[in-house]
């Protein structure tokens, strides 16, 4: 895949001639699509984390529905993720408490012991 155009054009716009490289997808893009401060294309820049702003987004919190990255969220449990901003504010974390399966197979043992 080795392509060699004398003059690359935005891989967003196909417009305007190519004169940055984003930092996260590689992608060639124009001043336009290219945002300085992130150093991003404006593709990342939507993806990127909104807590932090640097790196890409893996998750929402629950609380504010802001995009966080790695960083920025704490994981629940398998699903949920709330921003270390909302984990901040709340003093008591909204941690489920573990029900597990290990109390309903200490039931289901409790029954299948009986004799
Ligand atoms: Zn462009
Ligand atoms: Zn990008
Ligand atoms: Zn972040
Ligand atoms: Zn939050």
Do not use: W
Not at 72 to 85: A, F, P, T, Y
């Amino acid at each position: 895949m080795v392509k060699t155009q004398p003059r690359q054009l935005c891989e967003i716009c196909n417009q305007n001639p190519a004169t940055h490289t984003c930092k996260h997808c590689k992608r060639k893009v124009c001043t336009k699509h290219y945002n300085k401060q992130t150093e991003t294309c404006s593709i990342c820049t939507q993806a990127l984390c909104q807590i932090c702003g640097r790196k890409l987004s893996i998750g929402y919190c629950i609380t504010c529905g802001r995009l966080g990255c790695i960083d920025c969220l704490k994981q629940i449990d398998n699903v949920r993720r709330i921003c270390i901003e909302c984990l901040s504010k709340n003093k008591q974390p909204i941690l489920p408490r573990i029900t597990g399966p290990q109390k309903i197979t200490q039931q289901l043992f409790s029954h299948t012991s009986r004799k």
